[in-house]
């Protein structure tokens, strides 16, 4: 069974970005999808973005446009590039193999001036 490990988060200005990393801690090839979520303080877990094992995309509304899901099979690495930040990005992102139900401990993203 492949374990996750999230990293990358930090505290950013708005409209800034940051690279998200997902290390997996055997192959991912076998993992047709991946999903990024997030959950703020008070709200419902949020789901913010999937890519197949082909590297289609599909993204929840609130982040089209400023978030892109990439993976890298040679690397066992899922990455959500984060863009365009606004205060109310600010959650832990967690990454999700859902074929397993697998789920990394989350990194913390934090938009302030």
């Known amino acids: 069974q492949v374990q996750l490990v999230e990293s990358g988060g930090g505290l950013v200005q708005p409209g800034g970005s940051l690279r998200l990393s997902c290390a997996a801690s055997g192959s991912i090839d076998s993992l047709h999808y991946m999903n990024w979520y997030r959950q703020a303080p008070g709200k419902q877990r949020e789901w913010v973005a999937t890519i197949t094992s082909d590297a289609a995309t599909n993204y929840a509304d609130p982040v089209k446009g400023r978030f892109a899901i990439s993976r890298d099979n040679a690397t066992n690495t899922v990455y959500l590039q984060v863009s365009s930040l606004k205060p109310e990005d600010s959650a832990i992102y967690y990454c999700?193999?859902?074929?397993?139900?697998?789920w990394g401990q989350g990194t913390q993203v934090t938009v302030s001036s």
């Open positions: 999700n193999a859902p074929e397993y139900d697998i």
